[in-house]
Nanobody, 115 residues
Framework: QVQLVESGGGLVQPGGSLRLSCAAS????????MGWYRQAPGKQRELVAR???????NLADSVKGRFTISRDNAKNTVFLQMNSLKAEDTAVYYC?????????WGQGTQVTVSS
């Protein structure tokens, strides 16, 4: 059974920073991709950033230059450092683990950017 536990969401003012963490546990094949998606009210879930087990990254255009994704393979943990946050970054952020043909999801963590 694979579980993903997220932490680090919250309320921040525009221009501020937050760091999200997601730890995966269970039987996990070492070659995988971990990432973050987000879903704002009334919108579809969208990719924010993802990183392979070899370190290749892919970021949405809307967050390039502001967000950084990294991972600790030994701990099966992925991080999302979010800087220069904007109101439009407000959403529920979901951790994702893609391994072989399966996708696993965390429960989601709320990020609210507001003054």
């Amino acid at each position: 059974q694979v579980q993903l536990v997220e932490s680090g969401g919250g309320l921040v003012q525009p221009g501020g920073s937050l760091r999200l963490s997601c730890a995966a546990s269970g039987s996990i094949f070492r070659i995988n991709t971990m990432g973050w998606y987000r879903q704002a009210p009334g919108k579809q879930r969208e990719l924010v950033a993802r990183i392979t087990s070899s370190g290749s990254t892919n970021l949405a255009d809307s967050v390039k230059g502001r967000f950084t994704i990294s991972r600790d393979n030994a701990k099966n943990t992925v991080f999302l450092q979010m800087n220069s946050l904007k109101a439009e970054d407000t959403a529920v952020y979901y951790c994702n683990l893609a391994v072989l043909t399966r996708d696993y999801w965390g429960q989601g963590t709320q990020v609210t950017v507001s003054s």
